[in-house]
């Protein structure tokens, strides 16, 4: 068990089915012992002086029916050490509780609201669990956009009097995890840092371009004409494609796009209907443009390795030469 100061946020989506916790903390890796999601069923954030079984424990609980109050009153009324806890709830409904035990560190208290709780220990005051609140709730987009635009806001206020260590976010949603393997759609962490709010929404931006699809369909752009023909050049720099820059979205052109997908992990983003969506074509971009700069201020040292991007096939080896490298 450990004591630490933090401040977080349990909150739902009812409309996307989402339900997730964001947190941060002066203490090292807060993504270890605070957040707790299940789909369907709700999320938990234990901290203070933080009892771990309340996350694995209130889940069970919220999956039999238990309503998030219940659940707040179930696992703190047996509990010796109450007083020195901090939990936050929300259930499957979207209805929150929230406990803040009274030997809890100044400054300790919570703010329930509709389908949120936010909860803060050894915080600069009162406004910094209140930021917390209006800011989820004015907030527009998305979960990972609401939870964290409200971890920014409770910082602005102070946040934790100790200062900043580290953060995370966890959402959960039917089948939202990688390939739909399992329900955690959003899980990333920030164990150390001098920044961790800051830290965590670049991470959740590399994760969302990578592993998410959170675009509007109605941005996809269809690959025809100069857009097949840019994809085309691209690709060809990059080492992906050897073909003819047609135009036309061929066989061999969507074996090469298949294959940089796959390689820079945009497998939830492929699709088989001829169009791509922004964020790909633009990350596509980038790497090529990365590439093109590469060559120019490269000094080579082996002959034609500037030629070769990083989709082509590797060099065969030399005859006679040791595969494994060693000497």
């Keep these: 068990m450990v004591r630490f100061?933090?401040?977080?946020?349990?909150?739902?989506?009812?409309?996307?089915?989402?339900?997730?916790?964001?947190?941060?903390?002066?203490?090292?890796?807060?993504?270890?012992?605070?957040?707790?999601?299940?789909?369907?069923?709700?999320?938990i954030a234990t901290q203070a002086l933080a009892n771990v079984a309340y996350g694995p424990g209130g889940l069970d609980l919220l999956a039999k029916g238990r309503?998030?109050?219940?659940?707040?009153?179930a696992l703190t009324d047996g509990d010796p050490k109450r007083d020195e806890r901090q939990l936050g709830v929300v259930d499957g409904q979207g209805r929150a509780a929230a406990y803040t035990g009274t030997k809890c560190l100044e400054w300790?208290?919570?703010e329930v609201?509709?389908?949120?709780?936010?909860?803060?220990?050894?915080?600069?005051?009162?406004?910094?669990?209140?930021?917390?609140?209006?800011?989820?709730?004015?907030?527009?987009?998305?979960?990972?956009?609401?939870?964290?635009?409200?971890?920014?806001?409770?910082?602005?206020?102070?946040?934790?009097?100790?200062?900043?260590?580290?953060?995370?976010?966890?959402?959960?949603?039917?089948?939202?995890?990688?390939?739909?393997?399992?329900?955690?759609?959003?899980?990333?962490?920030?164990?150390?840092?001098?920044?961790?709010?800051?830290?965590l929404a670049r991470l959740f931006r590399l994760y969302d371009l990578t592993l998410l699809t959170r675009e509007d369909p109605a941005t996809l752009v269809p690959i025809t004409g100069d857009v097949a023909v840019r994809i085309q050049q691209q690709l060809e720099l990059l080492g992906y494609f050897t073909?003819?820059?047609?135009?036309?979205?061929?066989?061999?052109t969507a074996a090469a796009f298949a294959k940089f997908l796959s390689v820079n992990n945009f497998e939830?983003?492929?699709?088989?209907?001829?169009?791509?969506?922004?964020?790909?074509?633009?990350?596509?971009?980038?790497?090529?443009?990365?590439?093109?700069v590469r060559r120019t201020r490269t000094q080579p040292t082996v002959a034609g390795a500037l030629e070769r991007g990083p989709g082509?096939?590797?060099?065969?080896?030399?005859?006679?030469?040791?595969?494994?490298?060693?000497?």
Aim: negative net charge; glycine residues 14%.
């Design 67 to 73: 309503s998030a109050p219940d659940v707040v009153r």
């Design 243 to 252: 073909g003819r820059r047609s135009g036309t979205w061929d066989a061999a």
């Design 113 to 199: 609201g509709d389908g949120f709780a936010c909860q803060g220990n050894i915080l600069f005051g009162p406004e910094v669990v209140a930021a917390m609140a209006r800011s989820f709730e004015t907030t527009p987009g998305d979960l990972p956009e609401r939870l964290l635009a409200a971890l920014g806001a409770g910082q602005r206020e102070g946040g934790d009097r100790r200062g900043m260590q580290s953060a995370a976010m966890l959402i959960v949603r039917p089948e939202g995890g990688y390939d739909a393997g399992s329900d955690r759609w959003v899980d990333i962490r920030v164990d150390d840092h001098a920044s961790p709010i800051e830290e």
């Design 312 to 327: 082509a096939p590797a060099r065969p080896r030399p005859p006679g030469s040791d595969p494994t490298g060693s000497s």
């Design 268 to 292: 939830n983003k492929a699709r088989t209907d001829a169009t791509v969506w922004p964020s790909v074509l633009g990350y596509l971009k980038e790497r090529a443009g990365e590439e093109s």
């Design 108 to 110: 300790a208290g919570h």
């Design 5 to 43: 100061g933090t401040f977080s946020i349990v909150a739902v989506d009812r409309d996307r089915r989402e339900w997730g916790v964001a947190v941060q903390s002066k203490f090292i890796a807060v993504g270890a012992v605070v957040p707790w999601a299940r789909s369907g069923v709700g999320a």
